[in-house]
């Protein structure tokens, strides 16, 4: 499938809202899920830089934030609908200099299907820590490290 990934506009931050509350309800089941508010969006992307993943048919399929200063991949959210048809993977492609820089991440533990997403791409783990969603690993994505797979 081919994927459109772009800097989103203005109006469409409400519906990348709408993927991120989504999302983490249907994925975080151990967390409760009045947690998570539809506000936290605006919050937790300040001072990201945001890209989208658009669908051939136009529909917004997910996001991907990154914390520049430390090549930090924030956030990585694709609708249940399109998870699995290659969004998340034509978003990591999008990012500077990929894959030719180090990236890192944290991954929850209890989030398998991320898990095993972040690690057929080469990310590894290289640390773990708590949060108040629950247990995550550290993982980072080492240029050397890449074997021979297309992205």
Known sequence: MKW??????QPELERLADIYL???RETFKWVDPASFRHEDFSVHTQGEDLWIAEAPNGETAGFMTLWPPDDFIHMLYISKSWQGQGAGAALLTALPNWPL???RLKCLVKNERANAFYRSKGFIVTGSGSSAEGDYEEMSFYPAARDAQAY
């Not at 459109?4 to 506009?9: N, V």
């Open 4 to 9: 459109t990934i772009r800097s989103p506009l």
């Open 101 to 103: 820089r180090k990236y």
């Open 22 to 24: 989504a999302v983490r």
